[in-house]
């Protein structure tokens, strides 16, 4: 192919390039926008940070206070838990869950475990 076909095809392909780098992030925002989006973004990363510490509190829950008591760990399965707040500093995690007794028959108990925020 002769050079001065190739030249227009390589802007041809710059041209279909330069679009992709423009994206909505590049949106310039008004001040009362920026905020919104600030608080949101604050809040989702306050909302991640608690759902953590929330999971945090039910695996040592789980490791510490119910499995260390169980005839059979590893018929355990968990059914629900509900984290109840007190303060900033403690919760309250209400577990409920299933296992097998010594008979092999399963029983399902509720376990209440405390959590004090690092």
């Known amino acids: 192919m002769p050079d001065r076909f190739r030249l227009p095809l390589a802007g041809l392909g710059l ?8 994206t909505p992030a590049d949106k310039l925002y008004s001040s009362e926008e920026l905020a919104e989006v600030t608080a949101q973004r604050e809040k989702k ?3 991640e940070k608690l759902q953590k510490q929330v ?6 829950c ?11 760990p590893g018929s355990y399965r968990l059914h629900d838990y509900k984290p109840v707040f007190l303060d900033d500093e403690m919760m309250i995690v209400k577990v409920e869950y299933s296992a097998k007794n010594a008979f092999g028959g399963r ?12």
């Open 15 to 22: 041209l279909l390039f330069v679009p992709l780098l423009l």
């Open 45 to 47: 990363a306050a909302d």
């Open 55 to 60: 999971m945090q509190a039910l695996d040592v």
């Open 62 to 72: 789980q490791r510490d206070q119910i499995m260390a008591q169980l005839n059979d």
């Open 107 to 118: 029983v399902r108990d509720t376990a209440t475990c405390r959590w004090r925020f690092s």
